[in-house]
């Protein structure tokens, strides 16, 4: 059974440009969330979807940052226009239902991100 | 504000030793502690979690123990393996089904 898919696994851009991020949850998960890793910060959750429907996206700076779930097995990040401090690793997890009450998430490999 | 704070950014121990993670939170509204582990160039992948009805948790070689009057918890590996290099998270839910996760130890254990 395959993991939460994530692509593209790497992304170098320009301060300005559009970057999108893209990502399948896991077969029958009815949450998927988006994080940030960063040095200082650790693990940032930016947004989060609970049957396609924004639960929080408290984390996201949504002056330039945009989420969508259009179904069920994809979900897009957007940055636009972005700037070098978005520079970091983007993880998508997802969970499903039964398992919100332990809580246990599955993570994709992340798309390492670097705005010059 | 740092809900969740892992206040040792590297650890290091030799093979065959206890490894002892930290990590300390502020919110007494959480009600479950997870433990992640992250390999380079890849995902977090879930290691161990407890209840805050629960003062420890023992899977093999990891077990986690919850202070909750000191908001504190801490992860033992016993004992110590090379394959056990990697960065820890610990994260904490309010029963929300988010996580905050703190910034993460790095843990090299030397052959």
């Known amino acids: 059974d395959a993991g939460v898919i994530q692509s593209p696994r790497h992304e170098v851009t320009e301060m300005g440009q559009e970057v999108t991020l893209r990502c399948k949850p896991i077969?029958?998960?009815?949450?998927l969330f988006w994080y940030r890793q960063t040095m200082m910060q650790g693990l940032e959750l930016l947004v989060y979807?609970?049957?396609?429907?924004?639960?929080?996206d408290s984390g996201m700076p949504k002056d330039r940052f945009s989420a969508k779930m259009p179904n069920a097995s994809f979900s897009t990040l957007k940055i636009q226009p972005s700037e070098p401090r978005d520079s970091a690793v983007y993880f998508c997890?997802?969970?499903?239902?039964?398992?919100?009450?332990?809580?246990?998430?599955?993570f994709g490999p992340g798309t390492r991100l670097t705005v010059t | 504000d740092q809900q969740v704070k892992q206040n040792s950014p590297s650890l290091s121990v030799q093979e065959g030793r206890i490894s002892i993670l930290n990590c300390d939170y502020t919110n007494s509204m959480f009600d479950y502690f997870l433990w992640y582990k992250k390999y380079p160039a890849e995902g977090p992948t879930f290691l161990i979690s407890i209840s805050s009805i629960k003062d420890k948790n023992e899977d093999g070689r990891f077990t986690v123990f919850l202070n909750k009057s000191a908001k504190h918890l801490s992860l033992h590996i016993v004992p110590s393996q090379p394959g056990d290099s990697a960065v820890y998270f610990c994260?904490?839910?309010?029963?929300?089904?988010?996580?905050?996760f703190g910034q993460g130890t790095t843990l090299q254990v030397k052959p």
């Open positions: 979807f609970n049957n396609k429907a924004v639960m929080d």
């Open positions: 077969s029958g998960h009815d949450y």
């Open positions: 994260a904490a839910s309010g029963n929300t089904g988010k996580l905050i």
């Open positions: 997890a997802s969970s499903a239902e039964g398992q919100i009450t332990s809580y246990e998430q599955y």
